[in-house]
């Protein structure tokens, strides 16, 4: 299997508050990796370091081969790093299938045909297709969820980085993402997701890390990881939070 991405002893601080501590972890190309812990553990900042809108103070971030610890975001971008963000950001007044076009065009870098046929693509992955000519401000919860997705797999992404993206959704509204997510896993898309929502998580990653105080506390196979005492005592605290 090839190692798509790399975090070797990434830390990063904010004054007195540390959000990554000596953070290192790999994900082989095609894995759905999930990242639980409290909130201000540090997990938004993980993504934000891995996208590049954040410098680590230390350590290096190697993506598909390549060292990116010192390029840009839109370098990270145009090599294959997409995200979602844990508020969807679509343009409100554009329609879904624009919103799509955007992200093909900015960010997949391709016009015309090309891109429409990619926006089609993924909306039907996606599954919002029949809402294609919908104003992107009148989308359901789920839905807007959706165009989270869709903005982010108009980048052609090869890791895609979710940040809890089930949060707010109703049981049947989050089997149905789990059912989108699973299908654009087994598409080859690898994986990172930041969730509360663990009955979710635990529906598609192969493996889980906790993180707390930016340090990684846990990592492995998810059913071990939950049932170990470390984790339920934090575990429980999501619970209690979410
Ligand atoms: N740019 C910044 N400047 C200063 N402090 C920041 C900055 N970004 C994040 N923080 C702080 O770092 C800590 C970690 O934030 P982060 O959003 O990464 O946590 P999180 O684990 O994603 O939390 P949540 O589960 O609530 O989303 C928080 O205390 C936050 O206030």
Redesign the pocket.
Known sequence: MTQILQLDAVSKA?GA?T?ADDLSYGLEEGEALGVL?P???????MFNLITGTLKPDAGRITFAGDDITALGAARRSRSGIARSF?VPQPFTHMTVFENAMVAATQSAGLAGREAERLCIEVLDQTELLDKANDRAGGLTLLNRKRLELTRALCAKPRLLLLD?IAGGLTEAECTALIATIKSIHASGVSIIWIEHVVHALMAVVERLIVIDFGRKIAEGEPKAIMDSPEVQEIYLGIEADA
């Open positions: 904010f508050v959000v812990g909130n201000g553990a540090g997990k938004t900042s844990q809890e």
